[in-house]
C-alpha cells in the first residue's frame, strides 16, 4: 500500500518586480540579529490542525536542515494544537508561536503571523510538506540577482514510498497567461512581509 503523497518545494523561481520601495516605513517590528544580515530571511507559518505528530515533525525538519540560518518558524493552531506547539519551542529559538489560540484557517493565521514575524519574507508551510535544504539559499540568491522581487515562487513534486520522487513540477518563468490555466504559485509561495502588512481589507 502506498504511502500518502506529500509535497515537496525544491528550488526558487520568480513572479514579478516591485513597484516602489514606499511602502516598508510600515515594518516597525524589530528585527533580529541574524535576520537582520540577509535580505532573504524567510519565515515559515505553519498551521497544526491534522494533530498527527509526524506530519509536523516532517516540516518542521525540513527547516531545521536549511543550510542558510536566516529563518523562523511560527506555529498556529486552536486550544487543542497548543500542547503539540509547545513540545517544539524549545528545540530551536528561532521556532515560536501564536499564542492565542487562532484556529485552522492556514491564510487567516498567516495574515495574523506577520504582524510578530522578524523576516523580510514569509510564506505558508502546510503540515505534511518538506523543502528542499537549500531553499533559503536559492530564496537569498535570487534575491541577490533581482533585489526588487516581491514573489519568490518554487518547483515542487509529490515524494511517496520513503520519499521516492513522483510528478515533479518543473515551474516556467512567470506569465499571467499561463496562471490562468496552471497554477504556477502553488507552494512554496515567498511573499515580502511588507505586501502582507499592506493588505487592506476595509
Not at 487543542?80 to 521556532?95: A, F, G, H, T
Request: glycine share 4%; aromatic share 6%.
Amino acid at each position: 500500500q502506498r504511502e500518502p503523497q506529500r509535497r515537496r518545494p525544491l528550488c526558487a523561481g520568480h513572479l514579478t518586480r516591485r513597484p516602489a520601495p514606499n511602502s516598508e516605513a510600515l515594518e516597525t517590528i524589530t528585527t533580529l540579529v541574524q535576520m537582520r544580515r540577509s535580505a532573504a530571511s524567510v519565515c515559515f507559518v505553519i498551521t497544526v490542525k491534522n494533530y498527527e505528530t509526524e506530519k509536523l515533525s516532517v516540516s518542521i525538519q525540513s527547516v531545521l536542515r536549511q543550510i542558510d540560518p536566516a529563518w523562523e518558524i511560527i506555529l498556529c493552531g486552536d486550544d487543542k494544537s497548543q500542547s503539540k506547539i509547545l513540545e517544539w519551542l524549545d528545540i530551536d529559538w528561532r521556532i515560536r508561536r501564536i499564542p492565542d489560540a487562532v484556529g485552522s484557517n492556514e491564510v487567516l493565521n498567516f495574515l495574523n503571523a506577520s504582524s510578530i514575524a522578524t523576516t523580510h519574507f514569509m510564506g505558508i508551510l502546510t503540515e505534511g510538506d518538506s523543502v528542499d535544504d537549500e531553499l533559503v539559499k536559492r530564496i537569498s540568491q535570487k534575491l541577490a540577482a533581482e533585489p526588487a522581487l516581491d514573489l519568490i515562487y518554487t518547483d515542487e513534486t509529490c515524494l511517496e514510498n520513503g520519499d521516492s520522487v513522483s510528478t515533479p513540477f518543473f515551474k516556467p518563468d512567470w506569465s499571467p497567461e499561463h496562471q490562468h490555466s496552471v497554477n504556477l504559485l502553488g507552494r512554496f509561495l515567498a511573499v515580502r512581509k511588507s505586501l502582507v502588512l499592506n493588505l487592506d481589507f476595509d
